[in-house]
């Protein structure tokens, strides 16, 4: 486990722990690490399960699917990034996304009950590790909030522009690289992939966007406080 401390140290879920007190938790909850090839699954819907998911390398999506390959993204995952934490903090629930490879990748499961139980020596590095938990787990709630908040718009357009600017406030900047391809994000924005280019070809005629691949750049107007400082 050694090997993946620089990336454990940049995790919120080990914030303030140093890498012995990192290395005695991993031990504490049983971490196993695991590889598995793009495309495979590493949670299915309709799974209950008891640990929880810390990408080390590659990435993975959260999705979920319906029973004709439907697909809706939930989120996307990099190294540093957890899966699956509410369901393995809440024993017996039944899991309704599924966890699946975006490239090849390495995950260091967690067994989350075991930080839920009083820790026989009352370690101050347990204590902190619960209040990241409940850090993480609000995190993901405003993840899954903002993506509410997208979908929730009336048209592709918007749906768009919504998800663009909530990028562009939240890296203060107006030219960044979203972490989705042209099909994942009309997943992850419940959105057919055909209206969507169509729709960002408009709106780069008229001079509202930049975009190459996965990079954008956005254009407001200068009587607009778009909030965000350049």
């Not at 319906?66 to 899966?83: E, M, P, Q, T, V």
Request: aromatic residues 6%; contains cysteine; proline residues 3%.
């Amino acid at each position: 486990m050694k090997k993946y401390l620089p990336i454990l140290r940049t995790s919120p879920f080990f914030k303030g722990l140093t890498d012995n007190e990192i290395l005695s938790i991993l031990h504490c909850v049983n971490a196993a690490t695991i590889s598995r090839k793009r495309d495979s699954y590493i949670f299915r819907a309709g799974e209950s399960t008891e640990v929880m998911g810390l990408v080390v390398l590659g990435c993975v999506l959260v999705i979920q699917e319906d029973l004709w390959g439907h697909r809706n993204i939930l989120s996307k995952c990099h190294a540093g990034d957890f899966f699956g934490e509410p369901y393995a903090a809440s024993p017996g629930a039944v899991l309704n996304v599924s966890v699946v490879a975006d490239e090849d990748c390495e995950i260091i499961l967690l067994n989350v009950q075991r930080l839920l139980v009083s820790c026989p020596t009352v370690c101050d590095h347990h204590q902190k590790l619960i209040r990241n938990l409940v850090g993480v787990l609000a995190n993901k709630i405003l993840i899954l909030n903002d993506k509410i908040t997208h979908v929730g718009k009336r048209t592709t357009r918007d749906k768009l522009l919504s998800y663009l600017s909530s990028v562009s406030i939240r890296q203060a900047s107006l030219s960044f690289d979203i972490p989705f391809d042209r099909q994942q994000l009309a997943d992850y924005l419940c959105i057919d992939r055909a209206a969507m280019s169509s729709e960002i070809s408009k709106l780069q005629k008229e001079g509202l966007i930049k975009t190459n691949r996965n990079h954008f750049e956005l254009t407001v107007c200068n009587d607009t406080d778009s909030g965000i400082k350049m």
